[in-house]
């Protein structure tokens, strides 16, 4: 199985959605994460998400953002949107129905949640980090939880 998390830079949610996600799977899953916009190419992880998820014993201060790119679509088996505006910039470049079908928005793994958004802690402070974090956490869980069973 192979999933792909993906919000707006790909340095605040959608790292700590892939670290989260890479101590739930078994190893043969291949967890990764990208943005839709290519602002922070190549840079590792907001400090303040990095920090967050050491707090919690992950690592992901060796991740690089990068955006979405076409071969995603046929490379993952599912791909978590973290919000509404995320969800709809990735189904624009989706080709075909069958890598449409692939797209979905993070939370409505939460089944009483399934319009919720994971909301960007990037304005924010380490408060915003810690609630992204335990949403993130939980989205993860169900994700899990649906795919293995």
Known sequence: MK????CLGNICRSPLAEGIMKTKVP???FVDSA???S???GEAPDKRAVKTAANHHIDISQQRSRPITKTDFDTFDKIYCMDIDVYEDVVSKAQNEEQHQKILLFMSALGDHKNTEVPDPYWGDMKNFEDVFQLLDKGCDAIKNQILS
């Open 27 to 29: 190893e043969s899953f």
């Open 35 to 37: 943005g839709t916009i």
């Open 39 to 41: 602002l922070h190419e």
């Open 3 to 6: 999933i792909l998390m993906v």
